[in-house]
């Protein structure tokens, strides 16, 4: 599995491309609840049909950590990529990543996501 950070140049088409061939799947994310719906519909556009090659989309990584956005906010994003991506076709899992500390402290992360992915750093 190859994980990205972004939807930008094209990124998730390229690397859908590159994986295919070496039968591996993607962990594609958005980094940053900023522009959340247009970035979720370019990753929907560069999926195109291609769900099967996405394992897992993360909607923020260290938001809480950095002090980027409250635990209430991305529980409504990850609601807010539900509500986008599985009527686009996707079927795997939604998350947001965030480190251990802040997981412990606010479970409610892995509570509205499909399980708990933490950095550990």
Known sequence: M???????????????????????????????????????????????????????????????????????DVVAALGTARSILKPAGFGGRIVTVDVFDQIIAHPELCGASDYCAANCH
């Open 2 to 72: 190859v994980r990205i950070y972004g939807v930008g140049c094209n990124q998730v088409a390229m690397t859908i491309a590159s994986v295919e061939k070496y039968n591996m799947v993607i962990f594609a994310g958005l980094t940053s609840l900023d522009n959340l719906v247009p970035n979720l519909n370019s990753m929907i556009s560069q999926v195109g049909s291609n769900w099967h090659m996405v394992n897992t989309v993360s909607i923020g990584n260290e938001l809480v950590n950095s002090g980027l956005a409250a635990v209430e």
